[in-house]
């Protein structure tokens, strides 16, 4: 199973930035996911979950009406669209595998990208 | 600062057993299974633990997890020295939000 995320890049504040998460190797459609992100120098910090079949989705509150997650299981893809950016969402953005359709109290994430940055920055 | 409370820093010599805990509350690990993940500087996480005491396939039986009430614990027998690293603790909250611990920094003397 692998992820490949791309997108990233430098962004002004206020500014917008789609992230795709690119899965291949497992069957996507039957996977609940995730993104993460890990600002520089800090931990891992949950961002959103989305489920197998999309209709079930949660943020963190930090992020809620500033970022929608979505997927297209057709073309095994998982987004992050990213809007009114602060420097504070300076980060190393993960997309995650989460458990095969289980619900969110089964919360592990078992295969992650390699991640891309994003620098929001005047 | 995190729901989830880790000691920032663990440490012990090879061959040594060292625990890492994970304190949380009755919103989150005294109600759903929490999950540890092990990260290299520089590299993506990898998952360690899941559903408490579970290992993936790959990840030796010298990891092993626990949990007791609000709290929870990983244990590392044997320790090695590429065992080195950042742990995270993590589990689903009943505000319907994700939450990582703060992460323990693990140096094999």
């Known amino acids: 199973a692998q992820l490949v995320e791309s997108g990233g890049g430098l962004v002004q504040p206020g500014g917008s930035l789609r992230l795709s998460c690119a899965a291949s190797?497992?069957?996507?459609?039957?996977?609940?996911m995730n993104w993460v992100r890990q600002a520089p120098g800090k931990g891992l910090e949950w961002l959103s979950h989305i489920s197998a079949s999309g209709n079930i989705i949660f943020y963190t509150d930090s992020v809620k009406g500033r970022f929608t997650i979505s997927r297209d299981n057709a073309k095994t893809s998982l987004y992050l669209h990213m809007n009114s950016l602060r420097v504070g969402d300076t980060a190393v953005y993960y997309c995650?595998?989460?458990?095969?359709?289980?619900?969110?109290?089964?919360?592990?994430?078992?295969?992650w990208g390699q991640g891309t940055t994003v620098a929001v920055s005047s | 600062q995190s729901v989830l409370t880790q000691p920032p820093s663990a440490s012990g010599t090879p061959g040594q057993r060292v625990t890492i805990s994970c304190s949380g509350s009755?919103?989150?690990?005294?109600?759903?299974?929490v999950n540890w993940y092990r990260q290299v500087p520089g590299s993506a996480p990898k998952l360690l633990i899941y559903e408490t005491d579970q290992r993936p396939s790959g990840v030796p039986d010298r990891f092993s997890g626990s949990k007791s009430g609000t709290s929870a614990s990983l244990a590392i027998r044997g320790l090695q020295s590429d065992d080195e690293g950042d742990y995270f603790c993590a589990v689903w909250d009943a505000r319907l939000n994700g939450v990582f611990g703060g992460g323990t920094r693990l140096t094999v003397l």
């Open positions: 009755g919103a989150n690990i005294g109600r759903n299974s």
């Open positions: 190797e497992f069957t996507f459609s039957r996977y609940d």
């Open positions: 995650a595998r989460g458990s095969p359709g289980y619900g969110v109290s089964y919360f592990y994430m078992d295969v």
